[in-house]
């Protein structure tokens, strides 16, 4: 994998240095606070916070509605109930089966009453007596770590240094590890999380299910299901409602998969509350960010269970802010590493495993089409934190992953890592059951990784390899002869699929780039091999902007590639809105879209 410079001209003078948003400019007038002795929340209210709206004969009134999931509703993850609306009073104190409410406070004079702020809150309520159990006195030799996940979308390890300064650094500090050859394994978010929670490819998972079809993701065999078996207490929050994991044109979870799950809440104060706009995204919801209701949850988690007798796994993935362009994280910088140093006061380094990761690079915009985006894309991010106890109890497992940092690793060892952590007595990797049923070659990351190790032994295919050396073919005779084989191709996806009538036929624009890729094994004027190509094209009507992955045997003229494995490079939503099928939509061309070019 070849070094990419991260603050080269080209990016750097595409990049804008905005300040994050303040979504409000008035203070809360509702708080939770948690009390650890009573082991209950009390709701207060700040009365003074209100002052700005009170006139002569005014009264502040405020209410607190109980939010549920509808369970009985046919997309349960999309849905919620308000179970009841009461009045709230000084100091209230929380009932236990409260998990998320929307409350409102109002000015009243009379039979005047004008709501001057709403807002939604999470309630981190226990579930069982055990779970606020006090921890035993040797921490130090605790046989089961929490593990918390954290998640930024599309960041690669190159991109965080260049948008996440201070983050970066922050992740250099003692105790931090870095794995700078992790490889994607598939197109976008589903594929790699799969991957990383369940040891399935895409494509495997529907040997067992279709994820499009409800109860689908409920059957699969998530690691947190493992943990929870294990004794864990469980949580789960993303904060984009429109583009999450598991909900994107997916019916989402019919059960609550954790004990801890944001979704519902989010879900309410998104069908309830304005969102406004900022790097032309909806990044503030009620009263704050996204992003900030999340990682408050996150906080909440851990300060409720970090000191308890159970051990945590978490996983918080974020990707409102980095999502949509590959510069708008420099303004959440600043934020995150304030969060991070709130979890280390709460005690989270101090017992447990926490890992810094991504799905991806981005997929799409400025930053892919340069030359370096193709490797940006397929390396995402991946930090392992390593409590002081776990270094001095296993040394060993500390040293492979240090060996590791500059080894090919793959999503579906992170997977196998996760199942390590609840099996820290084996003495090898095959001791670690059930090992990944995509990759059986997969490995944790605390054993070490072979130095001479291939992207198909890591489960990775070759479209999203990056291990092989290129060389630029662009102005090969061969060269528009493969492009337009490959648009044919594309062509007869959309009659395969029924589109035609909707989706217009492409005609090839330009080439932006050919690459051969070589196999160190075999000679490359093998005309009768299979040889390895990657290519970037152009294509009509409108621009759309394409790469793919092909193989092509010189002497046949032959042509092999996955329409489905087809990177869509620009933005494609006003495009492709006459479609519903994800795949079909990066690269049909509504006819009814079309644009006349200037």
């Known amino acids: 994998m070849p070094y ?18 303040k979504c409000r400019s008035d203070s809360d007038i509702i708080v939770a606070e948690y009390d650890f ?94 779970s606020s159990e006090e921890l035993p006195e040797e921490i130090e030799e605790h046989p089961k770590p929490s593990v918390i996940i954290f998640g930024i979308d599309s960041m690669s390890r190159i991109n965080l240094r260049r948008t996440m300064q201070k983050t970066f650094r922050y992740v250099q500090q ?26 399935y490819s895409d494509e495997d ?43 994107y044109m997916k019916p989402g979870f019919m059960e609550q998969p954790v004990d801890y799950y944001l979704r519902p809440l989010l879900m309410a104060m998104k069908k309830t509350f304005n969102e406004s706009q900022f790097y032309d995204q909806n990044l503030c919801l009620g009263r704050h960010l996204t992003f900030a209701y999340l990682w408050d949850y996150a906080k909440q988690f851990i300060q409720r269970f970090i000191q308890t007798a159970k051990p945590m796994f978490g996983l918080f993935w974020t990707n409102s802010f980095s999502h949509e362009f590959f510069d708008s994280s420099y303004a959440l910088d600043e934020l995150f590493v304030e969060y ?10 101090n017992r447990s495993i926490v890992i810094l990761t991504s799905d991806h690079g981005m997929r799409f915009g400025y930053l892919r089409q340069i030359s370096t985006g193709y490797l940006e894309e397929r390396m995402p991010m991946l930090y392992i934190y390593l409590p002081p106890w776990f270094r001095r109890k296993y040394p060993r497992l500390v040293g492979n992953l240090v060996e590791n940092r500059n080894r090919l690793s793959s999503t579906f060892d992170i997977y196998m890592t996760l199942q390590h952590l609840l099996q820290l007595n084996s003495t090898k990797n095959a001791d670690i059951q059930p090992m990944s049923a995509t990759c059986p070659t997969c490995q944790s990351l605390l054993y070490r990784l072979p130095v001479n190790r291939t992207c198909e032994q890591a489960g990775i295919t070759e479209k999203w390899c990056t291990c092989r050396p290129r060389v630029t073919v662009t102005m090969e005779p061969y060269a528009t002869p ?39 094994n075999r000679k490359a004027t093998d005309d009768d091999s299979e040889q390895y190509y990657v290519i970037e094209f152009s294509t009509k009507p409108n ?18 590639m996955d329409l489905n494995e087809i990177s869509r490079l620009n933005v494609y939503a006003p495009d492709s809105e006459c479609v519903s099928d994800p795949i079909s939509k990066k690269f049909c061309m509504c006819k009814n879209a079309i644009r006349t070019p200037n």
């Open 4 to 21: 990419v410079e991260p603050f080269t001209e080209d990016v750097l003078k595409h990049m804008e240095f905005k300040k994050l948003p």
């Open 37 to 130: 002795d009573l082991k209950v929340y009390r709701l207060h209210i700040r009365e003074e916070q209100a002052m700005p709206w009170f006139k002569r004969n005014t009264t502040l009134e405020c209410e607190y509605e109980k939010i549920v999931r509808d369970i009985k509703s046919n997309k349960v993850d999309d849905s919620f109930r308000v179970l009841y609306r009461r009045i709230l009073t000084q100091d209230f104190l929380v009932p236990p089966d409260v998990h998320y409410a929307l409350v409102h406070c109002a000015v009243v004079n009379g039979k005047d009453k004008r709501v001057i702020q709403s807002d939604g809150i999470a309630f981190v309520q226990d579930y069982d007596g055990r």
């Open 174 to 199: 003692p105790g931090w590890y870095t794995l700078q050859g992790l490889n994607k394994v598939g197109d976008n978010t589903l594929p790699n999380l799969l991957a990383m929670l369940t040891g």
């Open 205 to 247: 998972t529907n040997k067992i299910c279709d994820v499009f079809v409800p109860g689908c993701l409920d059957r699969l065999p998530f690691i947190w299901k493992h943990f929870k078996d294990q004794n864990y207490t469980t949580a789960m929050a993303e904060d984009s409602m429109n583009i999450s994991t598991f909900n």
């Open 340 to 349: 991070f140093k709130q979890f280390e006061g709460d005690g989270l380094f």
């Open 482 to 520: 493969m492009a337009a084989a490959i648009i044919q191709q594309m062509n007869d996806g959309l009659v395969m699929k029924n589109l035609s009538d909707l989706c217009a036929n492409f005609t090839l624009n330009h080439i932006i780039y050919m690459d051969h890729i070589i196999e160190l």
């Open 543 to 560: 621009i759309g902007m394409f790469e793919i992955t092909f193989s092509w045997i010189h002497r046949t003229a032959t042509l092999n």
